[in-house]
């Protein structure tokens, strides 16, 4: 295993198992008031990959070797997890379930909007920033589906009818496939790299990673070990894509961008 996959497990358990956690001392963020659209229920997820790595190896993503599995259902920790969920929903205030509904329509670079949108950081205007976290996207695509595959975890929801699913597709979506959380594994690999482009805003990027994946308990389709493993996955992918020969030129695009919009201050 390379020093740079090292690197980003151990700051992806950091953030997975610090307290308190940057989500909580978050400056509070704006999410766009206007109603979001309800798109058409999707059809049922593959359950062998259908995508491709483009950048990455399959070693740099293989599940056996990255990830502990998660807990097995039945266990005292599955249960726990899936009363957790539930909490979270029973405790949540309107606009917190509001988010995890906004969060769950923006599986993309538009993520970033509530966070880094008021410092003028818009993807119309910096094609360069946007064709990157374009390939990011689509590496985690490649990345997340071998691993959901591979361990094919039910979700919280499958175990308590209480759980309520913000998904368009609510309860008629994919029931397994739940580890780890293909949303924050994008936060964190998009996270990761946004953190080392502009530095200075390092910190609000990784609270506003944090705080997407961990939408996906509020939406009842994710348990915490999903989202721990999806710190640890999206951490691996970024942090190995910024020492990346071939991804080297749309990072190297996207710095020299966002420094002549004087957003890498």
């Known amino acids: ?12 358990m950091a953030v997975g198992f610090a307290a308190p956690s940057f989500a909580q001392n978050a ?8 109603p979001v659209a309800q798109p058409a229920a999707p059809a049922a997820l593959p359950q062998t990959p259908t995508h491709v790595l483009k950048y990455l190896s399959p070693d740099d993503v293989d599940p056996v070797t990255l990830l502990a599995p998660p807990p ?21 205030s ?11 329509r923006h599986e993309s670079s538009e993520l970033w909007i509530p966070t880094l949108g008021p410092v003028g950081f818009d993807l119309s205007k910096l094609p360069a920033t946007a064709a990157m ?5 689509h590496e985690r695509d490649a990345a997340a589906d071998v691993v959901k595959v591979y361990y094919g975890r039910r979700r919280p929801w499958t175990f308590n009818d209480d759980i309520q699913v913000c998904e368009a597709a609510g309860k008629n979506g994919s029931k397994v496939r739940a580890y780890p959380s293909g949303h924050g594994t994008l936060a964190y690999a998009q996270g990761i790299i946004l953190a080392h482009l502009m530095p200075s ?12 994946a961990e939408s996906r308990m509020y939406c009842g389709v994710h348990s915490r070990s999903d989202i721990r493993a999806s710190a640890i996955l ?29 957003l890498t201050r």
């Open 1 to 12: 295993m390379s020093r740079y996959v090292c690197l980003a497990i151990a700051t992806a």
């Open 27 to 34: 400056t509070p963020v704006a999410f766009p008031p206007e």
């Open 72 to 92: 097995a259902d039945g266990s005292d920790q599955q249960k726990a997890e899936v009363a957790e969920v539930l909490r979270f929903q029973q405790t949540a």
């Open 94 to 104: 309107k606009e917190r379930l509001d988010q995890a509904v906004w969060d769950d």
């Open 133 to 137: 976290l374009d390939a990011v996207l």
């Open 201 to 212: 805003k390092g910190q609000i990027i990784m609270a506003r990673a944090e705080d997407f």
């Open 234 to 262: 999206g951490t691996t992918i970024g942090t190995l894509l910024l020492h990346n020969a071939e991804f080297k030129p749309l990072l190297d695009n996207a710095r020299a961008e966002l420094s002549a919009a004087f």
